[in-house]
């Protein structure tokens, strides 16, 4: 099967696109991963966009501050945190804020990368949105933005029924 096959299969109906949009989202993250691990120098894609969001921050951030910003746990975070504290790209120092908070901090010579090698990872964003006019990248940022909504709105609907989940137990466990 081909991927036109796979477009025009689920073209159909709305509740068939959801589905397609769904899957896609995975393809793709799965492909960028692949593509970028494979040609970005010294880090991967995960770890690239750790030391972004580090970068981009206006103050220190903590594992758990990284991790919800990242969409996952701020064990993950460590983890990949640990690796580039082996690499030299960035230090784990204690939070101004909070005493029992630790935040990643850049190194030099992880700023050092940003000036060099993310040259050439702005390079290949250039050509995986080059099919895109202006126009067409603006309605994706905008609905890829309201993803984000959806995802909230999803989170709080799988925690209103863990929460009657655990209602209906403890009343179960009651009687």
Known sequence: MKLDDLITRFSGTTDNQRK???STLFIAGNKLQTLFDNHIPEVSLKQFMLLSIV???????TFTQLGNLSGCSRQ????????????????????????????????????????????????D?????????DKEIETLFFLLSKLYGGIENLEEQVANKQETQKRILTTAEKQ
């Open 20 to 22: 397609a949009i769904f």
């Open 125 to 133: 964003l250039k050509f995986l949105f080059e099919v895109y006019t």
């Open 76 to 123: 993950n975070i460590r983890k990949l945190a640990d690796v580039l504290v082996k690499k030299g790209f960035i230090t784990i120092q204690q939070s101004p804020q909070d005493t029992r908070a630790m935040c990643i901090c850049l190194t030099e010579k992880g700023n050092g990368y940003f000036d060099s090698d993310f040259l050439e990872y702005q390079e």
């Open 55 to 61: 970068r981009q921050s206006k103050g220190p951030l």
